[in-house]
C-alpha cells in the first residue's frame, strides 16, 4: 500500500496517509515511546443525516430519527454473539459514539495490538441486523431515551437548541424519540449502512508506537473487498434554516437543587472555505476565554455576587451549516446572569477589550494546543471530526498563532448579538 507523509510544522508532529482503491483513507500518527495504542473507525453518518441520495441517483431517502445511533449500537451484535466479549479476553478497551455528524468505533490497547485492530476492521464491515434483534433493540433504546429525558442536563442542552434552531436536524436529540425509534427497521439499517458505511464515506486513525510499513500491510490484508471501487458520493439534504432564533427564552421544571441554565448565541453566516474556517474558530475560542474564562473582569463579577459557580462552563461548535457558542452553569438566578453578562458586553463594546487580555489568552490557548497532543485518544478524535469536514486538525494552531486582536475586536462586536441570544433554563 502507497502512503505520504503529511507534516504538522507548527504542531511538530508526522502524519502518514495512505488510500485504498475503494476509497478508505486511513492515517498513522506515530508517537514513539507510547505503551498505549489507539485506533478509531469512523464513517462521516451522525444524527443530522437524516434525508439524503447518492449524486447519480435522483431517489431520495428519508429515515427516521435517530437511526444513525441505532444503527451503532446494532453493529456491536454479530452472529456470535457481543463483539464487546472478543476484545476482553485481548485486553482492549473498546467502546463507540454518535454524535451530530460522526460514527465512531474504537479501543486503546498495550498489547495484542494488531489482533485488536483486525478485529474492529472485521466487525464494523459485518453488520448483522434481523428483525428479532431490532425489535430488541428498540426496547433497551427507548430505555436510553427516558433515561436522557430525565437527565436534567441533557434537556437544558437539548432544549437550548430547539429553541435555537428552526428546522435544522441539529434540535433533534441524538438517539430519536420513541416514535421515530419503532419505527425503524431491519431494512432501513442497512439502507444506511449500505449507505455511509462504504469505506470511501470511512477513515481509518491510528496513533502509537508502530512500525509504519507493517502497520499500512496489516491494515490492507484485514480488507477483504480491495477490489471494490469508490462509489458516487452522498448527497445530503437539510431543510433552509432561518437566520434568527426561533424561542428567546425557554424554561422547564425538573428535580434539581439548583436552576440550570444555558446561554447561547447562533451565528448569523456561515461561510465555508478551507483558508478561514479554522482562523475563524481559533477567532471564538480566544475571544470566548477573553469574555468568560477564569481570568477575566466577567467572570469574576458573576462569581462575586454568587451567580455563578464552579461548574461555569463555555464552549463553541461550528460545522459547515451552523454555529453556536454556549454558556453555562448552574445559578440561582439566571435571568440574572444574562442580564450581566448582555450588559457587560454592551459596555465593553463601546470601550474595547483590552489587548493584553488577548495576548495572554492567545499564549496560554496556544500551550494548551500544544498539550493535546499528549493524548492521542483526544488527537484521534479531533482528527477525525476535523478531516470530515475537509480539514487538517493538525493546522489548527497555525491558525491560532495568526489571529490577531483586531480579528477579536472585529467578532466580539459582530458574534455578541442579544438578536441571536437564547436562554434555556431548567428551574426546580
Known sequence: MQYDKIIGEAVKEVLYRGKFQNGLEVFFLPKKGYIKKF????????????????????????VPEGI???????????????????????????????????????????????????LLISFVQNPYFTDENVEKEKGIITQEIKMYQDNPQWKVFFNLLKAMYHKHPVRIDIAGTEESINRITKEDLYQCYNTFYHPSNMVLFIAGDLEKDKLFNEIEMSFDDQGSKEISSIVRHYPAEATHVKNSLVEEKMIVSTPLFYLGYKEKEIPYDHTNFLKHEAIIRVLLDMVFGRSSDLYEDLYQKGLIDQSFNFDYVRELDYGHSIINGNSRDPHKVKETINNWILNRKKIGLKEEDFIRIKRKQIGENISFYNSIEYIGNSFVGYHFKGLNFMDYLQALKEVTYQDIHQSFINHFSEDLQVLSVINP
Open 39 to 62: 485506533a478509531l473507525f469512523a464513517t462521516k453518518f451522525g444524527s443530522n443525516d437524516l434525508v439524503f441520495n447518492r449524486l447519480h441517483d435522483t431517489k431520495v431517502i428519508e
Open 68 to 118: 444513525a445511533h441505532f444503527l451503532e449500537h446494532k453493529m456491536f451484535e454479530s452472529q456470535e454473539g457481543n463483539v464487546f466479549d472478543k476484545f476482553a479476553p485481548l485486553g482492549a478497551s473498546v467502546n463507540a459514539y454518535t454524535n451530530f455528524n460522526v460514527t465512531a468505533y474504537y479501543f486503546t490497547a498495550t498489547n495484542n495490538f494488531y489482533e485488536n485492530l483486525k
